[in-house]
């Protein structure tokens, strides 16, 4: 067991080292492609980069069930099970059309990360009520500018391990409604054990991806909300379940 505690805090270090390692190396890149709105396409460019580096660097790999392909000329709104760090990464590696984060504001206090995290993020502190207002509105102002915005809408990671999938928040949806623009929704298989918020836990392996078919919003109104919400959580649930199964 103590061997296992020692690989599993070298592997989780080596994880946190490449992440500072590699933002050092893109850092004068980062840096001018974060101080203006009009270079974020150059940014996203870079983002992607670190996000191989660093899922692959740590010893993962990906198979992908795609369903529908993105139109690069169009905005989505992403939309995945949240379980693990990697998921940002996973993201980022999967969709090419540049967009957003929608992330929790703790994380803007991680050093060197946390910096560039909160340049290139929309913050939202769960808590406020007046936060998540105004992270809509800068999601919408996102999405207005021609970018796509991803939201793991069960609003964070629960503590309990045990729930496959935690029940959704309501702004993807109604973001998704407002500007007539499809859902994607992606489900993340194995992540929860291979890469868990736990420090000492986890193996790499390779993560099955399955890339849903998109979820159409137009004439919809907020009045079918509850539904646009409830279909595509049953669209991201169904594989968690069968693989827990098996």
Known sequence: ????????????????????????????????????????????????IWAHCVFYGTGFTKKVLVKQKF?????????????SMMDIMLMLILVKNPFVFVGKKELAKLPIFGYFYKKACILVDRSSAVSRQKTMIAAAQKLANGLSVCIF?????????????DEFKDGAFRLAIDFEIPVVPMTFVGLKKMFPF??????????????????????????????????VREMILKPLLWHESV
Not at 10 to 35: A, D, H, N, Q, R
Not at 71 to 83: E, F, K, M, Q, V
Not at 199 to 228: C, N, S, W
């Open 198 to 231: 736990r420090f000492f836990a986890g193996y790499p392996g390779k993560v099955l991806i399955h890339q849903h078919p998109f979820v159409e919003t137009k004439g919809l109104t907020q009045r079918d909300k509850p539904q646009l919400k409830e279909e």
């Open 153 to 165: 809408p069960e609003g964070g990671v629960p503590d309990d391990e045990s729930v496959v999938l």
């Open 71 to 83: 139109d690069p000329r169009r905005s989505y709104i992403l939309t995945a099970n949240h379980t």
């Open 1 to 48: 067991m103590l061997l296992k505690k020692i690989a599993w805090f070298l592997w989780k270090i080596w994880f946190y080292t490449l992440i500072l390692i590699v933002i050092l190396v893109l850092s004068p890149f980062l840096i001018v492609s974060l101080s203006t709105d009009k270079f974020y396409r150059f940014f996203f460019i870079l983002a992607r």
